[in-house]
């Protein structure tokens, strides 16, 4: 019989932080750009240059830990790491060992069986690499430093996750928790949050951890969790054939589903970390804490209590709409346009939540303006439209960000409010379908479902559903 | 003026007459450049020399004293610059292969300090690869020769501009300091070399050595012009977040020769084993010169001044093998020409870029700061220097300056140091202790030795607490009048006389 | 104690510094730096237990800049110096195999 296996595991996960300048130089850290241009002496180690660090970069990591319950530092520093490579163009990463800002904290996620408080371990400080492009036409690479020195927290848990499912809970959590922040927009896809992972297995009930690799370079919450189970797998048949794993960094391969050892002779793994005696140590008063505290914005558990409270939102309703910072904020500007929180949250969690499932979109990509659904609200609101036409307005509002007040007047939606007109219409639906007529007077329910139905039709969707009812019952009362 | 009457002034005596219209500041530039072309080939004291660009700003300057617009003390006088400090559009080398073609495309802020002062940047010093040295030996540029006699190095890594100084190949330069490379040449050359508190002139552009040690300084003719360059430099830069705000941005109003009550320490164990005696007497004779004006001066124990050297090499080391990783052949710098891979381009360019001196601190900085090495060596070295800072806080609990010697010896003999680094390395026991601790030291020409050397003597005082050596400084200074080496006083006159 | 540096030590630190050293700069470089550690040794005459490492000197804390973007696009002067360059990029051999 085969053993039982537990699969442990912690992540360190890297979050790039919403500053408008990098963490050492004055420099942008606007995504994207030709190569190069966001770059200065500072972060492309030219000589001479020194670092001086970005206060918001304090400020939000500071955030981040009280909001993950952890300690912190008040006296803090940073260190360099050592190692030559050509991201990193001082060769060594401004980062933190000895005391990182933040330490011993926790998040708590839902399991299926119940709460769980996932330990952090430490978060701390560090500056981004530059990126490499790989020049096939002249088999060599090239190095772009906009992304060098954009500042990064690195979140350290502690190896406290058991599955892929606790895994990207944990992340949802943190996600949340940042994006309500503001501190990030933590897009995987992007590389605004990355995870790796550190997994070992042990026999069910083993008291010692296992030995443990770690997964680099995933780069969504799919990936991960197929990346998990193909290194559970792989771990456990290595033991199982009497092999030992081995202590290794190792790069996933989505595409593949497999992993590979990224190994070098040239790589020591030694980092040579010491104080960096450019930077001078940085000191966090009680007050300085208590203002980050009080400047925090409102999380989710707080929005999602007020969703309930002001707007009279199901717990179910403020649930998902609070299920990202984005969609909250969409719905919040919504509201505050038309007033309607229930309509703007229908809106938004079925034919929002829809539409992104259909075009394969993150949340973070819907990007229509909050002003165009709310008028689309009041077009409902008032008449003007009916339910039918508005989920195609919704539609274009959506992939398009239309303005839904011009889209209806040039399309000529609106509904045909000229009873006389409406009723024309119906009289000749019902001098083409006797039958259904006869049937409805017989007592089929069923049969006004079709005759509504086809008068709809032959008003291209543009009557009032309850005029139509009443007309119908009216002739043939 | 001619040539030889200008070139014998200090800087600001030159900016005085500048000012005062009896030079113009594009004369006093042929005078430096043609006292070059006849130094040169002896002493090779500069690396780059920007002839064209040195006439064309004393031109620009020269119109901007006329309107009044330039009114400092150093505007028009020209300056050289120790080649590991920017400066934009001059090849910057740090005296290494490495760097042979590399050109800033910004200034350092003391060189935007000394511009912004009308002050006219002649050329790039010579110096110690990197700063790794005393004896400029050790560049890849060729030696600097020591002006009192060519037999003899300049001492280092400021040779370059200290020979320079004292050749009168420039008025005055900017040195760099770790420990002791502005104050042991300066002391070798006969000129006088300061270095100010950690953090009073900013680092940024200064091409880093041992980050927490390098201070930027300068190397003039007198304790008069050093403490006038000062309140050039000295600046809180916010590109530099070790730069410090002072209290105080004003120097030569201390150069009053006034030293009564003066409390002036001279350490004992300064003094004692491997002190050259004529440094030695140079010493007391200056210890005298101050008593006479009023100073009160003490014998005493410093302590810990052995075990500064070992934590030097430790902590500029670790720092060096750290700062020194960014010359790999990608953004700037030498590229070797061949090699296989990306690990072979960094181990290629390096090696072939970086001498051997700088190879040695490297390897040893890399292997101090190694996995199982670090709290035994880098730990224990900043434990040691906490040490070292505490020795001399209570030494200025008692006196206001110490004094010593900035050398053990004078200028030794070509070639004669590298052959035992260890040996060369013993040689900063009296300039080092004062890099870890921060604080500000000066050094003073004060005689020769019977072989014609320049001694220097060394002043040092607290943490902020120039104008205290500035004072005893000028004080000593007063006793004697500057002294141009023969070789380079022999160059003027021969262009004289043609 | 006489610090013995051997081949191993020395090809590890080449490993780490990026220098590669020809055989008798190698057995320089192991004299040299077992002569260097010997003298370093002297610190250990010194009781430091208790003593805070000093990293700076002067307690300064929290020297900061605010977050406003200064910089704008320097990249002509970036790639200046570069031995080789690309498309706006820093060209080097390979990084992946």
Not at chain 2, 199 to 215: E, K, P, V, W
Request: proline share 4%; aromatic share 8%; hydrophobic share 35%.
């Amino acid at each position: 019989m085969s053993k039982q296996y537990e699969t442990v595991i912690g992540l360190e996960v890297h979050v790039e932080l919403a500053t408008k300048t990098k963490i050492f130089c004055s420099c942008s850290t606007e995504f994207g750009g030709a190569p190069n241009t966001h770059t200065c002496p500072v972060c492309t180690g030219m000589p001479g240059s020194l670092p001086v660090l970005n206060k918001q970069v304090v400020e939000y990591a500071l955030a981040v830990g009280l909001a993950a319950n952890c300690q912190i530092n008040q006296n803090c520093k940073f260190d360099r790491k050592n190692y030559f490579y050509p991201d990193n163009p001082q060769n060594y990463q401004i980062s933190q060992l000895y005391l990182p800002i933040c330490h011993d904290g926790y998040v708590e996620i839902d399991t299926a069986a119940g709460k769980k408080k996932i330990g952090i371990h430490e978060i701390h400080m560090e500056e981004d690499a530059g990126k490499l492009i790989h020049d096939e036409w002249e088999d060599c690479s090239l190095v772009d430093f906009n992304r060098s020195g954009v500042p990064l927290i690195e979140i350290v848990s502690e190896p406290d996750m058991r599955s892929a499912d606790e895994v990207i809970a944990y992340l949802e959590k943190l996600r949340l928790i940042i994006q309500y922040l503001g501190a990030s927009d933590c897009k995987l896809q992007e590389g605004s949050m990355r995870a790796d992972v550190n997994l070992s297995v042990r026999e069910a009930g083993a008291s010692q951890f296992g030995t443990r690799t770690e997964m680099k370079n995933l780069n969504s919450f799919k990936a991960i969790a197929r990346a998990i189970e193909g290194e559970r797998k792989r771990q456990i048949e290595l033991i199982e054939d009497g092999k030992a794993v081995v202590q290794e960094t190792r790069r996933w391969d989505d595409n593949k589903e497999s992993s590979h050892a990224m190994r070098s002779k040239e790589d020591a793994k030694d980092y040579r970390y010491f104080p960096d005696p450019d930077l001078p140590p940085i000191s966090i008063s009680d007050e300085w804490i208590q203002s980050i505290k009080e400047k925090q914005p409102e999380l989710r558990t707080e929005k999602m209590a007020r969703y309930q409270e002001e707007y009279s939102l199901s717990e179910y309703d403020a649930d998902i709409i609070t299920g990202s910072k984005h969609m909250a904020d969409i719905f919040e500007q919504v509201t505050a346009i038309c007033q309607k929180p229930k309509e703007a949250a229908n809106w938004l969690m079925v034919e929002g939540m829809r539409l992104l499932k259909e075009h394969e979109m993150e949340m973070e990509n819907m990007t229509f303006s909050a002003e165009n659904l709310a008028k689309l609200i009041v077009l409902v609101d008032n008449g003007t439209i009916n339910r039918t036409v508005a989920k195609e307005v919704f539609e274009q509002i959506f992939l398009n960000d239309i303005d839904p007040e011009h889209y209806v007047e040039e399309k000529g939606l609106k509904v045909v409010s000229d009873e006389g007109a409406l009723k024309s219409a119906i009289e000749a639906i019902l001098a083409a379908n006797p039958q259904s007529a006869l049937d409805y007077r017989n007592g089929k329910e069923k049969a006004m479902g079709f005759l509504v139905g086809q008068t709809m039709r032959s008003m291209k969707g543009k009557a009032d559903p309850g005029a139509v009812n009443r007309i119908l019952k009216e002739l043939l009362g | 003026m001619t040539a030889s009457e200008i070139l014998s002034l200090t800087a600001v005596q030159l900016g005085k007459k500048i000012k005062e219209g009896e030079v113009t500041s594009p004369e006093a530039v042929k005078a430096v450049l043609g006292q070059i072309k006849a130094m040169e080939p002896e002493l090779n004291s500069y690396v780059t020399i920007d002839e064209e660009g040195a006439l064309k700003q004393a031109e620009e300057i020269q119109k901007r004293i006329e309107s009044g617009e330039l009114t400092g003390p150093l505007a028009g006088v020209p300056a050289a610059v120790k080649d590991n400090i920017c400066m934009e559009g001059l090849k910057t080398t740090c005296s290494s292969k490495i760097l042979s073609d590399f050109v800033p495309t910004y200034n350092a802020k003391a060189v935007e300090n000394l511009k912004q002062a009308g002050a006219v940047i002649i050329g790039k010093t010579n110096m110690d690869e990197f700063a790794m040295g005393s004896t400029t030996e050790t560049s890849a540029f060729g030696v600097t020769r020591n002006p009192w006699n060519p037999e003899h190095v300049p001492g280092g890594s400021s040779g370059g501009s200290c020979a320079a100084v004292a050749a009168a190949e420039c008025f005055f330069a900017l040195g760099s300091d770790t420990g002791g490379s502005i104050r042991q040449p300066a002391s070798f050359c006969g000129v006088t070399g300061l270095k100010p508190t950690y953090g009073t002139i900013s680092r940024y552009g200064l091409i880093a050595y041992g980050s927490s040690l390098d201070q930027i300084g300068p190397v003039a003719k007198d304790v008069t012009d050093c403490a006038a360059i000062l309140e050039v430099l000295a600046s809180h830069d916010g590109m530099d977040s070790t730069s410090v705000q002072r209290e105080d941005y004003e120097f030569t109003r201390y150069l009053t020769g006034e030293v009564k009550g003066l409390k002036v320490g001279i350490p004992a164990d300064y003094m004692g084993e491997g002190l050259d005696p004529e440094v030695k007497e140079a010493v007391l004779k200056a210890a005298k010169v101050l008593e006479e004006k009023g100073a009160v001066v003490e014998t005493f124990d410093l302590g810990m001044v052995e075990y500064a050297i070992p934590a030097y090499y430790v902590i500029a080391s670790a720092e060096a093998s750290s700062n020194l990783s960014r010359f790999d052949g990608v953004k700037y710098g030498y590229r070797a020409k061949e090699y296989t891979g990306l690990h072979g381009m960094y181990k290629k360019s390096r090696s072939e870029g970086f001498g051997p001196e700088v190879k040695r601190r490297i390897m040893l900085g890399s292997f101090v700061l190694s996995s199982g090495y670090y709290d035994a060596y880098y730990l224990k070295a900043l434990k040691t220097k906490a040490l070292i800072k505490k020795a001399f806080d209570e030494a200025f609990s008692k006196y206001d300056v110490i004094l010593g010697p900035a050398a053990p010896t004078t200028a030794p003999r070509l070639g004669e140091s590298l052959s035992d680094p260890l040996k060369m390395y013993l040689g900063d026991i009296y300039t080092i202790s004062v890099n870890l601790a921060g604080l500000p030291g000066l050094s003073v020409p004060f005689g020769t030795d019977e072989k014609g050397l320049p001694i220097g003597v060394q002043l040092i005082a607290d943490c902020f607490q120039e104008k205290n050596i500035l004072r005893a400084g000028f004080a000593v200074e007063q006793s004697r009048t500057y002294e141009m080496p023969s070789l380079a006083a022999k160059a003027m006159r021969e262009k004289e006389e043609k | 104690m006489a610090h013995i540096i051997d081949d191993e030590t020395i090809e590890y630190v080449g490993i780490l510094a990026k220098l590669e050293l020809d055989d008798a700069e190698k057995e320089a470089a192991k004299k040299d730096m077992g002569r260097m550690l010997d003298y370093i040794d002297k610190l250990n005459e010194l009781d430091t237990d208790g003593v805070e490492p000093m990293s700076h000197v002067f307690p300064v804390y929290n020297v900061f800049r605010e977050d406003v973007v200064i910089n704008g696009d320097d990249r002509d002067q970036i790639l200046k110096n570069a031995p080789e360059s690309k498309d706006g990029a820093f060209k080097v051999p390979k990084t992946v195999e």
